[in-house]
């Protein structure tokens, strides 16, 4: 009766897993007219082809402008996939581009493959 309950509860558990994404390194740096981004953020907003769509990984910049996204609750990295590009509204605004703060008006987007993604580099102009 005792085992039965250990494995029946260690079977729910590993069922709660596969609710939980695969997270792959994705890094970069954020200019505007070539001059670091700071004081803001950065997030990722699934495409509508990505296989999880569940979380808006983002990072907040760095004072030179580089981020390194995370996916909360999970921690560093984003799951593979296309992911539209956006910066917080304060910070799209600061920089005279309100586009940047929204996903269906960013131009920019990246595709994170299943090894990651380092060295990314945007600017804002």
């Known amino acids: 009766m005792i085992r039965l309950a250990i494995t029946s509860a260690a079977l729910a558990l590993l069922a709660g897993c596969g609710d939980r994404p695969t997270l792959v390194p994705a890094t970069g740096r954020i200019t505007h007219k070539g001059q670091p981004l700071t004081a803001g953020s950065v997030i990722f907003v699934p495409d509508s082809g990505n296989a999880w769509a569940k979380d808006n990984p983002s990072s907040l910049l760095q004072t030179d402008g580089s981020f390194t996204m995370k996916t ?5 990295g984003v799951a593979p996939g296309k992911y539209k590009v ?3 509204p304060a910070l799209a605004g600061r920089v005279r ?3 940047l703060s929204k996903a269906d008006k960013t131009p920019w987007s990246v595709e994170i493959p299943g090894s990651g993604k380092t060295g990314i580099t945007l600017d804002a102009r």
Request: overall charge negative; glycine content about 10%.
């Open 97 to 99: 581009q309100p586009a």
């Open 72 to 76: 909360f609750p999970y921690g560093d």
């Open 86 to 88: 956006t910066l917080d």
